[in-house]
């Protein structure tokens, strides 16, 4: 079942736990007044409490639809030294789970900056990853959570073709190769949902039945 539907997940897992990173709730309040914005956050928004709803004991101490970086007040910028009680605590909370879930809206290619910056300190090396030396400067990173999966959903306000075609999927390449790949993680399921402010609401009605089927599955 998981390799029909997930060719990304080359093995059946039982996933007991998960880390849902970020909900975006408060920015409906909070971000840029306009009607994309507060759409594609709205929609990020019910997913977190769909997924929630799914597993109600979905991680140890922590709940998606209640937890999230904006109420937890994490500060996103990295200026290097040790990590802090709060990226502790999150590394601790992946290393309690078998699950990373990323939830977010794309915006100028890339996740909210409060999520960036979380990939940014928590997803740090020694960490998260080494670095293999080979010859002078030359090595490559070996990843340290090898032992996880991921799954990423994501809104565009962009359409399929234009994300696909004239931007090579470059938010997708970037999340897959350049941060879970490089921190070991291989088994990854990116969900995507594109030109969600134009989209009539019963489109946006399939995409939120896709995510609920999705969380269904790691049941």
Known sequence: MYKKLFDVLPQTVEISTFEVINSIEEEKQTLIETKDIK????????????ISQKFPHAHIGILAADKNLYKEKFDPVFAGGNPGPDVLDHRRRIEQSDTIVLIAPIWNFRMP???????????????????????????????????????????????????????????????????????GIKSILYKRYFAVPFVA??????????VKDTATLFQ
Not at 144 to 164: D, E, M, V, W
């Open 39 to 50: 759409q594609e956050v709205a929609l990020c928004a019910k997913w977190v409490n769909r």
């Open 113 to 183: 900056a409060i999520l960036e910056g979380w990939i940014d300190k928590v997803l740090a090396p020694p960490w998260a990853f080494t670095f293999k030396q080979l010859v002078g400067n030359y090595g490559y990173p070996q990843g340290n959570l090898g032992n996880k999966k991921a799954i990423i959903f994501c809104t565009y306000g962009s359409p399929r073709l234009a994300i696909t075609t004239f931007f090579l999927n470059l938010p997708i390449r970037r999340l897959k190769r350049g941060v879970f790949h490089i921190c």
């Open 201 to 210: 609401d019963k489109v946006r009605k399939k995409f939120l039945k896709d």
